[in-house]
């Protein structure tokens, strides 16, 4: 079945805990990103990539990283979270054509 | 990326067409108009897009005016299971649309037995 994978689903952590959200597609996409989602502010980018080792800044990158050494992962990571990145995180990938991206089911972070 | 304006909120009765306006005054010639849903906190789901023509899918209809400054997605038969936040967006399409999609607030849409 092709999709889009996220883990953890949950996540509660402390401020300053590094850590990892894992995003994984099995439909050979070049084009990646990461979303989140916070009430009354719609789903903002955090960061994009257009293929193996290239990725770009969305509106809204400070605070996280990202790495794309293999085409179907796209790892987020909070070297040092603060409780303003809970959130509810989303990656997405799109193929060649670039007109439907795939979503996957949602990560939720929370920082105390 | 031209900026949309929807309703924040509609109700349907299931089973009747639920019509969802998406004002795009600004949208310039090679712009797309794209239309996703959000079904609670899953992670929203491709509908369908259009240039200039009306579209038609299994899922919906996209019908855009001429000046293509307006458009209205079109749920034929709408069921409880459509009750979503469908957002519509307006970006350039191909690679070059690829780095960004702005999703606003979206019209939250209630399909009511």
């Known amino acids: 079945e092709a999709q889009v994978t996220q883990n953890p689903r949950y996540l509660i952590t402390v401020t300053g805990k590094k850590l990892t959200v894992t995003c994984s597609q099995n439909?050979?996409?070049?084009?990646m990103s990461w979303y989140r989602q916070d009430p009354g502010l719609g789903l903002r980018q955090i960061y994009y990539s257009m293929n193996v080792e290239v990725t770009d800044k969305g509106d809204v990158p400070e605070g996280y990283k990202v790495s794309r050494k293999e085409k179907r992962n796209f790892p987020l990571i909070l070297e040092s979270p603060s409780p303003n990145q809970t959130s509810l995180y989303f990656c997405?990938?799109?193929?060649?054509?670039?007109?439907?991206?795939?979503f996957g089911p949602g990560t939720r972070l929370t920082v105390l | 990326d031209a900026k949309t304006t929807q309703p924040p909120s509609m109700d349907c009765a299931e089973g009747r067409a639920a019509n969802l306006p998406c004002n795009h005054s600004?949208?310039?010639?090679?712009?797309?108009v794209y239309w996703y849903r959000q079904i609670h906190s899953q992670g929203p789901q491709y509908i369908i897009h259009?240039?200039?023509n009306n579209e038609t899918n299994e899922m919906a209809s996209l019908i855009i005016t001429e000046d293509r400054k307006s458009s209205t997605l079109i749920l034929p038969h709408a069921t409880l299971r459509d009750t979503a936040v469908y957002y519509c967006?307006?970006?350039?399409?191909?690679?070059?649309?690829?780095?960004?999609?702005?999703f606003g607030q979206g019209t939250r849409l209630t399909i009511n037995p």
């Open positions: 439909m050979n996409h070049e084009y």
């Open positions: 967006i307006v970006r350039l399409g191909g690679i070059q649309g690829a780095q960004k999609l702005v």
């Open positions: 259009g240039l200039k």
């Open positions: 997405a990938s799109t193929q060649e054509g670039f007109n439907e991206q795939f």
């Open positions: 600004t949208i310039s010639g090679n712009e797309y």
